[in-house]
Antibody, heavy 121, light 107 residues
Framework: EVQLVESGGGLVQPGGSLRLSCSAS????????MHWVRQAPGKGLKYVST????????YYADSVKGRFTISRDNSKNTLNLQMTSLRLEDTAMYYC??????????????WGQGTLVTVSS | DIEMTQSPYTLSASVGDRVTITCRAS??????LAWYQQKPGKAPKLLIY???SLESGVPSRFSGSGSGTDFTLTISSLQPDDSATYYC?????????FGQGTKLEIK
């Protein structure tokens, strides 16, 4: 059974930093691209970032480019999101998401339950 | 970036009704479109991928169609469990984008 378990969320002041992690199990983690998607309270889904299966390619939404860094450790089946210079508008539930297809960037077939990031003074 | 526009924003229908949600892309995305269902307090669930392929385990009352810029999600006979918000998502480019969502309520 595929499981994605996020951790690391919490309350942080504007300008602060936070590191999210996602522990993956139930599939060959190193074969799939992984993504982060966020959802502000009461709002819709917003794409945040993607990392290829090997970690050699990364992509970011314009809203987080230069502030967030996605990474992965295939030996530990872990996905990370380092967030710096956090803004009020970064407040959201952050979902760790698995790509549907090995070796590609396509649709998202498994989602974690999310970790809540609140940016507030 | 490719923008995705869903309609309607909200929809109220009765059990047994046929329901259609529309998603329009700002430029052609071929068939690189997925549909997700999200219930309150839960993570989204993949329903349809590549515009018309039904994800494993999803009831056959759900179907998708379209290509290019215009897509539809159809629920052939609405069930009480279908009350949720539905999102389309394009994956034609690495800048994945979602529609704003359609909230479906059961009368």
């Amino acid at each position: 059974e595929v499981q994605l378990v996020e951790s690391g969320g919490g309350l942080v002041q504007p300008g602060g930093s936070l590191r999210l992690s996602c522990s993956a199990s139930g599939f060959t983690f190193s074969s799939y691209a992984m993504h982060w998607v966020r959802q502000a309270p009461g709002k819709g889904l917003k794409y945040v970032s993607t990392i290829s299966s090997t970690g050699g390619a990364t992509y970011y939404a314009d809203s987080v480019k230069g502030r967030f860094t996605i990474s992965r450790d295939n030996s530990k089946n872990t996905l990370n999101l380092q967030m710096t210079s956090l803004r009020l508008e970064d407040t959201a539930m952050y979902y760790c998401v698995k790509d549907h297809w090995s070796g590609s960037f396509r649709d998202f077939d498994y989602w974690g339950q999310g970790t809540l990031v609140t940016v507030s003074s | 970036d490719i923008e995705m526009t869903q309609s309607p924003y909200t929809l109220s229908a009765s059990v047994g009704d046929r329901v259609t949600i529309t998603c329009r892309a700002s430029q052609s995305i071929s068939s690189w479109l997925a549909w997700y269902q999200q219930k309150p307090g839960k993570a989204p669930k993949l329903l349809i991928y590549k515009a018309s392929s039904l994800e494993s385990g999803v009831p056959s009352r759900f179907s998708g169609s379209g290509s290019g810029t215009d897509f539809t999600l159809t629920i052939s006979s609405l069930q009480p469990d279908d009350s949720a918000t539905y999102y389309c998502q394009q994956y034609n480019s690495y800048m994945f984008t979602f529609g704003q969502g359609t909230k479906l309520e059961i009368k």
